[in-house]
């Protein structure tokens, strides 16, 4: 016998496509816009600061162009060893409190920053270019550190998270930039463009229904990933030669991570000699220190003993 309840069911896939397709002029638009949102974030009312996990704080705000600043905390600890804390994308400085918690508990002076464009930093609405802008912020507070804040002989290592990841790595073409370690959590990939595409799967970027349904959404998903690293214009995956067969590397990914799996981030890390990689146990994009603090402190602080000593 037939089923008469499929019939309405098919109904509605064939309006959804129908709907789509309607949809697909404003889809390369949609795409464009995507690409630039994910390095020109909304911005979000900071909800934390270092006093909140009695942490010591003094803010720093540091020139990168004329009337604009990047915007850091600084958290005071040993004046020879000195960890610097990047963030997520489309977050800020706040997400990296709990780490920096954990690393000035052992000792470390901390800092931490918000990239342009994200928490309290300015805003440059560039749109090329910006592997560069990025890796300049870093650049920018580390030479800092060093120049005006008296830790010039101290030991630096830079500590990104997943977008700040490939920040950190990239700011060692930079001529005249040197850190003594890199930490990487959750990334970087080897590939820019899958990020993105698994970042908008996960619902990180919005995507209106009309745009959701095939074709629309292919079109939509393809600009942006071919979008953003134009914008990026970064030569990527980095060179395994100069600073970058020299410094010490950490990579940490989640084995649960669905947006930079462990297999992308291991590929990359195959590249340099003295890079190490751990997979985190159970843990999703992001999540090592809070599905097990213990186990990622001990990784990370070891990594960090034996890097700046």
Known sequence: ???PRQKPVR?????SRALSVAALPL???YGAWLA???FHPRRRA???SPRDLGLPGTELR????ARKYIHAWLCPGSERKVVVLGHSMGTDKTRSLGHAKFLHDAGYTVCLFDHRNHGASSVDRALLGLGDRFASDITAVVSH????LGY??????VYGFTFSCFSSMWALTHEGFSVDALVCDSGPGHDVPPLLRRSLEAGMFPLPGLLSGEPSRSVTTGVMCALGPAMVRAQWPPPTTGKFAEIPLLFMSGERDDIVPPSSVDALAERYDQAETHVLPNAGHLLGLETDPEAYANVVLDFLKRALG
Not at 11 to 15: I, M, P
Not at 62 to 65: G, L, N, R, S, T
Request: net charge positive; proline share 16%; hydrophobic share 40%.
């Open 1 to 3: 016998m037939p089923e």
């Open 11 to 15: 109904n509605s896939a064939l309006r």
């Open 27 to 29: 889809a390369p638009l």
């Open 36 to 38: 630039y949102r994910a």
């Open 46 to 48: 900071p909800h934390e």
């Open 62 to 65: 540091i020139p990168f162009a």
């Open 145 to 148: 550190l060093r120049g005006s």
């Open 152 to 157: 010039g002989p101290a030991r630096i290592a």
